[in-house]
């Protein structure tokens, strides 16, 4: 079993590497494009656990509900200002600025 910050932390750094590398993958090929996605999601997958393990370790029991939900509603209000940025930026240019 490993750490869940340093674990979390290295996710984040791949998942943002490939997203940000994703129209480079994309004129390589198919095949390039595919494995580049695979690896964000295998690494975006890695988050959500590793974000539960922190909340479990740090958090109160009586408060971990809250935690979780605000850990939740965050990375929702992130993805609608991805949605509501990306069309300011060319769309190779979206995946830099928001990977």
Do not use: I, K, N
């Amino acid at each position: 079993r490993s750490a869940p910050l340093p674990l979390l932390c290295g996710a984040v750094c791949v998942w943002s590497l490939a997203t940000a590398l994703t129209p480079r993958a994309a004129e390589a090929g198919l095949g390039v494009l595919a494995a580049c996605r695979a690896g964000m999601g295998v690494a975006e997958g890695l988050c959500l656990p590793c974000v539960y393990q922190l909340v479990a370790r740090s958090v109160p029991r009586p408060r971990r509900g809250r935690a979780v939900a605000l850990v939740l509603a965050a990375g929702s209000a992130g993805q609608v200002g991805a949605l509501a940025g990306a069309p300011l930026v060319p769309w190779r240019r979206a995946f830099e600025v928001f990977g």
